[in-house]
């Protein structure tokens, strides 16, 4: 069987497709190693072809020339590589919250190399990244996350550049954003670990021959992960929360 393609179909799918997997391989979920490339390859490529009405006319036209189609890919790698670099930095604050619960329970000896993202990372912070991917998955979030990514489309045609001074400026207040949930997520948490140590404190200089900063370490560990086991409920709601700031972030910077 024999299917003749126009050649001004394949350009547009090229360009559709270049943006989806430059965005792919950094936002989360879908950038995590856990996820076959074959995988991504085909998920960019449906992608691709679903928001192919959306690619104009002009472009699969002027698409035909070397040149101009090194322009528009180099150009549709930065808008999905910035694109998705701000999903990434909207979905750090859950991992950044687990590794601050990390530093303060006494889990900063257990650091080592993590073979899914290919960097050092704690015990606590792989434990909320991969619960907050389940949760993206089981909640249905990652349908929306990829709803706002083809909007994007409608919002910033194939052929037009993104505006690399709002892109910059989203990014530098995603960043403060991350910090805050960070924050806001392990910070009670920190509080009754802080207390724990003030109360051990006092223990000692009120009886110091019980030498109390003996039970500090095993005791931190138990309270660690007893109120981490209580603030896995909050994470649904978390992660929801993430994913419409993620959405929010993506169509805003596409649109400016």
């Excluded at 995590?32 to 085909?42: N, T």
């Excluded at 006092?202 to 039970?215: D, G, S």
Aim: charged share 10%; aromatic share 6%.
């Amino acid at each position: 069987m024999h299917v003749d393609v126009p050649a001004e179909v394949l350009v547009g799918l090229l360009m559709a497709t270049v943006r989806t997997a430059s965005w792919l391989l950094l936002a989360p979920p879908f950038s995590h190693r856990a996820i076959p490339a074959p995988v991504k390859a085909l998920l960019a490529i449906g992608l691709g072809l679903a928001v192919l009405p959306e690619v104009p006319e002009s472009m699969r036209g002027n698409g035909l020339d070397a040149g101009v189609l090194a322009v528009a890919t180099a150009q549709e790698v930065l808008v999905g590589s910035g694109l998705g670099f701000l999903c990434m930095v909207v979905f750090a604050a859950v991992k950044a919250a687990g590794d601050l619960l990390d530093m303060f329970g006494g889990f900063t000896m257990a650091f080592s190399v993590d073979p899914q993202t290919g960097g050092s990372g704690s015990v606590l912070g792989r434990t909320y990244q991969l619960t907050a991917l389940a949760l993206l998955f089981a909640s249905n979030a990652h349908l929306l996350v990829l709803g706002g990514l083809l909007r994007t489309f409608e919002v910033l045609p194939v052929g037009q550049l993104l505006d690399l001074g709002v892109l910059a400026r989203t990014l530098t207040a995603a960043l403060g954003g991350m910090f805050l949930a960070a924050l806001q997520i392990a910070g009670p948490l920190i509080a009754v670990l802080f207390l724990a140590d003030v109360g051990l404190g006092l223990l000692t200089r009120v009886a110091p021959a019980l030498n109390a900063f003996i039970l500090g370490f095993p005791l931190k560990i138990l309270i660690t992960l007893v109120i981490v086991a209580l603030s896995f409920s909050a994470l649904p709601h978390v992660v929801d929360g993430l994913a419409d700031d993620a959405v929010r972030l993506l169509v805003g910077v596409a649109r400016s």
